[in-house]
Every structure is written in C-alpha cells, then in structure tokens.
C-alpha cells in the first residue's frame, strides 16, 4: 500500500514555472514506476508524465514535452514534476500516481489527492 501526497500548486502567470512535490509513504516507493496526470473541469483526466522505477526512462506527451520534467528521489520517497514556460491552458488539477506506468490511468492503483494548479493568462 502506498499513500501519495501532492504539493506545490497554486497561481502563476503564463510563462512562470512551478514545481510540483509528491511524497509517498511507505518503503516500497522504488518498486513503482510513477506518473503525473491532470484534468481540467468538463475534461477527461489526460497523461502528463511517466518516470521508470530507477528513473532512468521518462515519457512525456506533445502537449509538455520540453516544458515539463519528471524526477524521482528514491532515498527521499518523492516525485518531482517541474513545470516551465507554463500557459493558460495547462490550469487543471494535477495527480500523481503510482503502478505499472505507461500513459494511461489504468496502469496505476495508487493516487494523491491533487493539488490545483492554475496559470493567469
């Protein structure tokens, strides 16, 4: 069982960055790979990142990549999403998850409960 917590979001103008904490419990951290999705109000839950169980993969969709970077501390239970050149369209709450990985929720059993991320145009 693991127990994720989001931190981090809050309000920036389009264009600032923020970086976004997710601190497991538990001491199985490194045996999942780990993701970070967002929705928006009225839309589905969309992939935003994937990082491998050692952190040497990541994956990223178009809509972030080269903006947006994953990271994961292992010795320190906690994932990173570092969110750069940010605009209005990236405002959504934001999850992150942890499991088999891939770019679909159904690969992953375990999730926080959000933080809000909002970006003023």
């Known amino acids: 069982q693991v127990q994720l917590v989001e931190s981090g979001g809050g309000l920036v103008q389009a264009g600032g960055s923020l970086r976004l904490s997710c601190a497991a419990s538990?001491?199985?951290?490194?045996?999942?790979?780990m993701g970070w999705f967002r929705q928006a109000p009225g839309k589905e839950r969309e992939f935003v990142a994937t990082i491998s169980r050692s952190g040497d993969n990541t994956y990223y969709p178009d809509s972030v990549k080269g903006r947006f970077t994953i990271s994961r501390d292992n010795a320190k239970n906690t994932v990173y999403l570092q969110m750069n050149s940010l605009k209005p369209e990236d405002t959504a709450v934001y999850y992150c998850a942890g499991g088999v990985g891939g770019s679909y929720y159904s690969g992953y059993d375990y999730w926080g409960q959000g933080t809000q991320v909002t970006v003023s145009s």
């Open positions: 538990g001491r199985t951290f490194s045996r999942y790979a």
